[in-house]
């Protein structure tokens, strides 16, 4: 699915405090944060319960999380006024461009 497409669909699915404003720019970023976290909480267990082995089941559970992490990510990009292709894109370019200049290890944004 195209993200712009996912992301026109979320808004039928936006229900939360503040939309359009700044509480719902807040919102959606503790969301993202969130399920990022749930993301690395899941992958923690994988190292420690599952001796590193990356089962179906888990693999599914990281699956729906991954979508709630879409969900905000759509999200956040509308209440900023982004269109999530054309943050993808710049992400890309920025990277393409890092790597062509032999700088896309390191740290720091203006490499």
Partial sequence: M???AYAE???KTA???GRGET?????????LAGEAGE???KVKKIIRDDNME?????RQELKGELGDLFWYLARTCEEVGLNPSEVMQMNLDKLFDRKERGVIQGSG???
């Fill in 15 to 17: 229900l939360y405090p």
């Fill in 109 to 111: 944004d203006d490499r």
């Fill in 54 to 58: 990356l089962t179906e089941k888990k």
């Fill in 2 to 4: 195209d993200m712009n």
């Fill in 9 to 11: 669909q979320t808004r």
């Fill in 23 to 31: 509480i719902g720019l807040l919102y959606t970023t503790l969301g």
């Fill in 39 to 41: 993301i690395a909480n």
